[in-house]
């Protein structure tokens, strides 16, 4: 079992940054890959990236691409989204996900690969 906590959302201005962090209470976290979804009101949820169980393999989504950078620190357990540039469309509440993986370069895009989840952290962009 995996427990996943997320932290670190906000209100930012438009072209500013936020760094979201993913707790996970796994001794063996390591051995998980992470995937962060995000979800506006009214649309569903969507994959933004994901990062491998050691942290040398990362898959982002078109939209955010060259602005998302994702990372992790396994002796902290805890994952990390940094958001820079962010635009009004970034607005959602984002979602840390798990699923046991120790593939150096395995691309899961799908709410359904993955097994835990996190409660969710607010992000609101203003213009």
């Known amino acids: 079992q995996v427990q996943l906590v997320e932290s670190g959302g906000g209100l930012v201005q438009a072209g500013g940054s936020l760094r979201l962090s993913c707790a996970a209470s796994?001794?063996?976290?390591?051995?998980?890959?992470v995937g962060w979804f995000r979800q506006a009101p009214g649309k569903e949820r969507e994959f933004v990236g994901t990062?491998?169980?050691?942290?040398?393999?990362?898959y982002y989504a078109d939209s955010v691409k060259g602005r998302f950078t994702m990372s992790r620190d396994n002796a902290k357990n805890t994952v990390f989204l940094q958001m820079n540039s962010l635009k009004p469309e970034d607005a959602a509440v984002y979602y840390c996900?798990?699923?046991?993986?120790?593939?150096?370069?395995?691309?899961?895009?799908?709410?359904?690969?993955?097994?835990?989840w996190g409660q969710g952290t607010q992000v609101t962009v203003s213009s």
């Open positions: 996900a798990a699923r046991a993986s120790t593939a150096r370069a395995s691309i899961a895009v799908l709410t359904t690969d993955y097994n835990y």
């Open positions: 796994a001794r063996t976290f390591s051995t998980y890959a």
């Open positions: 990062i491998n169980w050691s942290g040398s393999f990362t």
